[in-house]
């Protein structure tokens, strides 16, 4: 059980109004980015494999190079304008690819626009929305804030590919840009009337981008606690995170199971990494993040093991259940460790070099644990994955100013 450090649920600890709205209109546009991403996946894989990977590749790169830019303009400018002048830009983009596509169709090229567009975007976007918890919630409800988030994402998660379909049957890609325009201009809204951030986030002194991308690396470097968070961020991005979208698939191939048995176990991870988060929600964290950040990861790390370990359908539920658990316990405590580790003037940049220790290693590690299940077989991969995950966990544990990290 979670503990409850809450002293009787004080009022510190509760998120505030404008958080809630601001997550209201966040969960409208992330339902609409994964409809439009699904679709975009859907409509290339109609043009083959390699037009498939292309596409997804344009999404990834340019979010990929420009992502430690998007936190420099962020913390200079302000985590709410980036995302006011994002959301603006995404609205008039998708009504104008909207009528293209309506008009003329859909070819390969005008797929990749879009996803390159939306990769650009999401760079500077991304790091500035990272941050808005912070700004919007008092110091000691960050992390409830947190989970409050990861519950809204492993619901859009489930909700999102299946809506993007739906719009696809009904009226084609120009029916899901003409949705996902509709969550940027709610999203607008929100932003420009409901949410306000501290004035000083607003209004700093003019400083160089580079070099402000220089003091956000820099300050990473040296504090030894963000550097250690980083590197176990890394680690767990590069072990856990193929594992459902990637490995679970290719297993299932293997085994011979049925589609349904294989979104039963994906679907069992996302259950069970949910229920971590709603228990945050009721019970608070655990005192000790990094400490139970570094256990979630050996978990999740034993539960990929078993589940490339025992050729059973059971058992792989079972292994899954245990992986939820575990990536839920990891995120549930990194999140606002890292958050509550950084200083205000600094929180987008970091937030954008995490996202980059995520999808770096994980950009290698997809096609590296890929080409291993071709040469060695999934359940070999699979064992590799928990195995180093496991290490990663292990690393944690042993990392004295991690471990022993405490939140006040």
């Known amino acids: ?71 420099a303009v962020s913390d200079r400018y302000g985590a709410r304008k980036v995302m006011v002048r994002c959301d603006a830009l995404m ?76 719009l696809l049957a009904l009226g084609g890609l120009a029916a899901v840009l003409l949705f996902n325009s509709l969550t940027f201009f709610l999203m607008l809204l929100v932003l420009l009337w409901a949410v306000r951030t501290p004035v000083h986030t607003e209004e700093r002194e003019p400083v160089r981008l580079l070099a402000s991308l220089r003091d956000g690396l820099a300050l990473a470097r040296a504090d030894g606690m963000l550097l250690s968070s980083l590197v176990i961020v890394s680690g767990a991005a590069a072990f856990l995170l193929p594992v459902m979208p990637l490995l679970v698939p290719l297993l299932a191939h293997s085994h011979d199971w049925s589609s349904t048995n294989t979104g039963a176990v994906i679907g069992v991870f996302g259950a069970f990494n949910s229920v971590v988060a709603v228990m945050v929600l009721i019970r608070d964290t655990f005192r000790k993040p990094g400490l139970a950040a570094a256990v979630g990861v050996a978990v999740a790390g034993l539960g990929v093991v078993l589940l490339g370990s025992i050729d059973s359908f059971a058992a792989s539920l079972i292994g899954s259940s245990i992986v939820g658990l575990g990536t839920g316990l990891f995120a549930t405590h990194i999140g606002p460790l890292i958050l509550r580790s950084t200083p205000k003037e600094y929180l987008a940049r970091i937030q954008s070099l995490n996202l980059l220790v995520q999808s770096l290693p994980l950009f290698v590690a997809n096609n590296v644990f890929g080409a291993a299940s071709d040469w060695m077989g999934p359940s070999f991969a699979m064992v590799v994955c928990g195995f180093l995950s496991v290490l990663v966990g292990t690393y944690g544990l042993m990392n004295r100013p991690f471990r022993r990290a405490v939140f006040s």
């Not at 009504?95 to 596509?101: E, H, I, M, Q, R």
């Open 1 to 71: 059980m979670l503990i409850d450090t809450s002293n009787g649920r004080s009022e510190s600890k509760k998120v505030t109004t404008r958080y809630l709205l601001w997550l209201g209109g966040l969960s409208g546009s992330l339902a609409g980015d994964a409809a439009m991403l699904f679709a975009l996946g859907w409509v290339a894989a109609g043009f083959g494999g390699r037009a498939a990977g292309l596409v997804l590749t344009a999404v990834v790169l340019p979010r990929v190079i420009l992502l430690l830019l998007g936190g």
């Open 91 to 166: 609205l008039v983009f998708t009504l104008a690819a909207a009528a293209l596509v309506a008009g003329w169709g859909a070819p390969s090229w005008s797929l990749v626009s879009i996803a390159v567009f939306f990769g650009v975007v999401n760079a500077f976007y991304s790091p500035a929305s990272g941050s808005m918890p912070r700004l919007l919630v008092p110091e000691p409800a960050v992390p409830r804030a947190l989970s409050m988030r990861q519950t809204i994402s492993n619901l859009v998660g489930f909700v999102g590919p299946p809506l993007g379909g739906v």
